[in-house]
């Protein structure tokens, strides 16, 4: 059975990095900063990206399992930080959907120039919602023909992009103005909050980690599979940050409809070729949820089974399957898309998007100081692949990372400069933020109330 089930090769797991890795509809937020976004691009590859493949190239092969980060926090601190970490990796997980099913209802009605009422609307999201649950309640061996379609839509779509912008750029020139002091970082904090958006572009590697147990040599293949795939990743996040503000003015640039209106800006019309990557698009929408389900789903099902999150987070199928947090997945995503229309926030993509990557970084907060610790208190263990470098290296490259990650999200949620937009747009961030904290610890703590009860009853029961 062992033998059947290894059927995620180097190849599958490269690819499986590019679809988990590259967000293709986040390109254009991040391309909202500007020209110099190519400054940040840069700046965060070396200073974030490289230390995080590379520690989670370690720990995912020093600690392997489906545990994935929650197994590398709970050795770190304790189980109980653990479930802080599995909770918050979860909570990000059906935001997203919900702001991913509402830019599939955009897009689809876009590239098909149909207008939707709010009740078509409502059932195109919902039904995007639960075809990504029921396909990512099954096994990455069933699964990853969709991952590898995926992957070739995602490098055909920025390939595209790319070589657009640059022919335009040519015949027509740049929307923006990429000489000078205008490819400088600008440090005024509104540039500044979008930084989270490049960072939340860098994760998801620890994802391919939790599927060691599918792979046939994951000690070697998961390093390979970063190192490779981040080379990838990189090229083609720098080619779509191009392609886009070759086309589009910064100032006019949509969060929601961005990529899309760089190939019609470029294009010069809707043609064949345009709703063809449209298509593209809402395939990459929803091969992207499945991709990252297959990770979130198993961290919060092993946490479950841990004690750590609720028991209903560990419910699986016949197959093993963790269907419990799927369906969970697509209960909270269903509320959110259903409620969203009454949300005062018209940019509702953004809206959802922004909480959702606030929670993403949160979590990712507990994994360069869990390295740290481990790396200290934990020498002898074997490390098939192990970060280079002295101590002074390893302390650079988990204490930068981490503080990247703080200031960008202080900088998410803070409303520093006080103006009536950064209120409207902060202050319901910073209020989903405080309130999933509050949630996730009552989470936690009934979960680990739960357990101290189970085992009173157990111990009454053997006297």
């Known amino acids: 059975m062992k033998k059947n089930k290894k059927k ?8 499986m990095a590019v679809v988990v890795v590259l967000v293709v509809e986040s390109a254009a937020p991040a391309a909202a900063i500007g020209p110099s976004q190519f400054f940040w691009w840069i700046f965060l590859l070396i200073l974030f990206f490289i230390p995080y493949g590379l520690i989670s190239s370690e720990l995912g092969t020093t600690y392997v399992g489906d545990g994935g980060l929650y197994d590398w926090v709970k050795q770190a601190f304790g189980r109980r930080w653990g479930g802080r970490l599995a909770w918050l990796y979860w909570i990000n997980y059906p935001l997203w959907m919900a702001s991913l099913a509402v830019l599939f209802s955009e897009v689809a009605s876009q590239i098909f120039k149909v207008h939707m009422n709010v009740a078509w609307t409502m059932v195109i999201q919902l039904l995007f919602v639960w075809t990504v649950v ?3 309640n099954k096994p990455i061996s069933e699964s990853k023909w969709i991952l590898n379609l995926a992957a070739f839509a995602k490098i055909f779509t920025i390939l595209s992009l790319g070589i657009l912008g640059i022919y335009f750029a040519a015949t027509r020139g740049l929307a923006n103005d990429y000489t000078g002091t205008n490819l400088l970082p600008k440090l005024n904090l509104s540039s500044l909050s979008n930084l989270s958006v490049i960072i939340f572009n860098f994760l998801g590697f620890e994802v391919v980690a939790t599927m060691a147990d599918d792979m046939d040599q ?21 080619l779509a940050a191009f392609g886009m503000g070759a086309a589009i003015p910064t100032d006019k640039l949509s969060a929601s409809s961005g990529l899309i209106d760089s190939f019609i800006l470029m294009i010069g019309k809707m043609n064949w070729f345009v709703i063809i990557i449209g298509i593209m698009f809402l395939y990459i929408l929803a091969s992207e949820m499945v991709s990252w389900a297959l990770g979130v789903n198993y961290v919060a099902d092993y946490a479950a089974k841990d004690h750590a999150l609720p028991a209903v987070f560990g419910k699986e199928d016949a197959k093993g399957m963790p269907v419990g947090t799927g369906y969970l997945n697509g209960i909270v995503a269903s509320v959110m898309v259903i409620a969203s229309p009454f949300i005062p926030n018209q940019n509702i993509f953004w809206a959802f998007f922004a909480l959702n990557v606030v929670a993403l970084l949160l979590s990712y907060t507990m994994m360069f100081p869990a390295f740290w610790k481990l790396r200290h208190s934990d020498p002898q263990h074997d490390r098939p692949f192990k970060v280079p470098g ?3 290296l390893i302390n650079l490259m988990t204490w930068i990372p981490e503080v990247l ?3 960008t999200i202080l900088l998410s949620i803070l409303p ?3 103006s009536s937009e950064e209120m409207n747009n902060k202050i319901p961030i910073l209020i989903g933020t405080i309130l999933a904290l509050i949630i996730g610890e009552i989470v936690v703590r009934v979960a680990e109330h739960h357990e101290q009860h189970s085992d009173l009853k157990q111990a009454n029961q053997a006297k």
Request: no cysteine; charged share 10%; net charge positive.
């Open 405 to 407: 990650l703080i200031a």
């Open 8 to 15: 995620f090769r180097l190849f599958d797991a490269v690819l």
């Open 134 to 136: 029921l396909l990512g």
């Open 416 to 418: 520093l400069n006080g």
């Open 218 to 238: 994951p000690k070697k293949q998961i390093p390979q599979a970063i190192i490779y795939g981040g080379v990838l990743i990189a090229f083609f996040y720098l």
């Open 390 to 392: 002295g101590p002074w």
